[in-house]
T-cell receptor, first 115, second 114 residues
Framework: NAGVTQTPKFQVLKTGQSMTLQCAQD?????MSWYRQDPGMGLRLIHY???????DQGEVPNGYNVSRSTTEDFPLRLLSAAPSQTSVYFC??????????????FGPGTRLTVL | AQSVAQPEDQVNVAEGNPLTVKCTYS??????LFWYVQYPNRGLQFLLK??????LVKGSYGFEAEFNKSQTSFHLKKPSALVSDSALYFC????????????FGTGTRLQVTL
């Protein structure tokens, strides 16, 4: 199993550009989420999905869109990049919340810089 | 609302000495508690979790954590630190029996020196 994969590893954007961060998992997990990691702030939840076709907002959703057309994939779209979105982005997946599993598995991250 | 506090930004320990990384939490009901570790330029890796049962939970790489309900704490411990344990450690909490989301602390950097 590859686990959770993310592409690209690094990206530099100019203000106003759009892009999609890719995330895929091969563990048949129902639950997927996107976090951003900023110094001194830990991980903050951007969006999450509890299954194909179902998404919801997390703590810091503004400026980001998601969709979940398949169980495996959960892309994160930046509509118009801003310098405040410079961060490291992590995708995670887990079995259905509330089960005894409930451990999140993280991808290696995407380091995004917006100039 | 649920929350996690990691009061120390950094913990410094000499190799061979015991280490403790502190975590306190707040949830309305019963907690699910987790510790994750992040090595440089890597994603987070699961270390251990508390769901129910014994208050002392054993995890990967010789780490353990003690759940203390009265003090709402879940401190991470290891009897003998290694230089290779140097990393960023995150505590996280979720309320048991709900679909609430996982809330992470701000992280504690552990530095183990020779």
């Amino acid at each position: 199993n590859a686990g959770v994969t993310q592409t690209p590893k690094f990206q530099v954007l100019k203000t106003g550009q759009s892009m999609t961060l890719q995330c895929a998992q091969d563990m048949n997990h129902e639950y997927m989420s996107w976090y951003r990691q900023d110094p001194g702030m830990g991980l903050r939840l951007i969006h999450y999905s509890v299954g194909a076709g179902i998404t919801d907002q997390g703590e810091v959703p503004n400026g980001y869109n998601v969709s979940r057309s398949t169980t495996e994939d959960f892309p994160l779209r930046l509509l118009s990049a801003a310098p405040s979105q410079t961060s490291v982005y992590f995708c995670a997946s887990s079995p259905r919340p509330g089960t005894s599993g409930d451990t999140q598995y993280f991808g290696p991250g995407t380091r995004l810089t917006v100039l | 609302a649920q929350s996690v506090a990691q009061p120390e930004d950094q913990v410094n320990v000499a190799e061979g000495n015991p280490l403790t990384v502190k975590c306190t939490y707040s949830v309305s009901g019963n907690p699910y508690l987790f510790w994750y570790v992040q090595y440089p330029n890597r994603g987070l890796q699961f270390l251990l979790k508390y769901i129910t049962g014994d208050n002392l939970v054993k995890g990967s790489y010789g780490f353990e954590a003690e759940f203390n309900k009265s003090q709402t704490s879940f401190h991470l411990k290891k009897p003998s630190a290694l230089v290779s344990d140097s990393a960023l450690y995150f505590c996280a909490v979720r309320e048991w029996g709900t679909a609430s989301k996982l809330t992470f602390g701000t992280g504690t950097r552990l530095q183990v020196t020779l």
